[in-house]
């Protein structure tokens, strides 16, 4: 039962960052309310290309490894997306760059997710607890 709530946190956390996605391939000016990062003239097909790629290669890999058995490793794709998105903001923020109140919700919601996806996979991944038959049991 434990493994569906895993999933299914999972798989809604896939959701909304796959919509994010897409709507930064069909509008890039998404990001630019959203991040607070300009598109304009060739940015905004860099900012199309790789924002988006971010977002749903991160749900991708975690619907993969929510719904797919044995392919639980895949939640370990966000977990590392995110980790490294963490880990650049920290540095930033070590380095003098501006930290605001965006960046620290975006530093939040990075940190959630890799405990989302490494707390997932290592539920997931265990073998499942065999219940006893009722034949084997001792009365």
Do not use: C, K
């Amino acid at each position: 039962m434990i493994n569906w709530v895993w999933r299914g946190a999972v798989l809604l956390w896939a959701a909304f960052f796959t919509i994010l996605g897409v709507q930064g391939v069909l509008d890039p000016a998404t990001f630019t309310e959203t991040f607070g990062i300009g598109v304009d003239g060739a940015a905004a097909n860099t900012v199309r290309a790789d924002l988006s790629a971010f977002f749903l290669v991160a749900a991708g890999g975690a619907a993969i490894g929510a719904l797919v058995p044995g392919w639980t490793r895949a939640l370990l794709v966000p977990a590392a997306l995110y980790g490294t998105a963490l880990t650049g903001r920290l540095i930033g923020a070590a380095m003098g760059d501006l930290v605001n109140g965006a960046i620290v919700q975006a530093m939040i919601i990075e940190a959630l997710t890799v405990a989302l996806m490494v707390a997932s996979w290592w539920a997931l991944s265990r073998p499942a607890a065999v219940e006893p038959v009722a034949s084997e049991m001792v009365h």
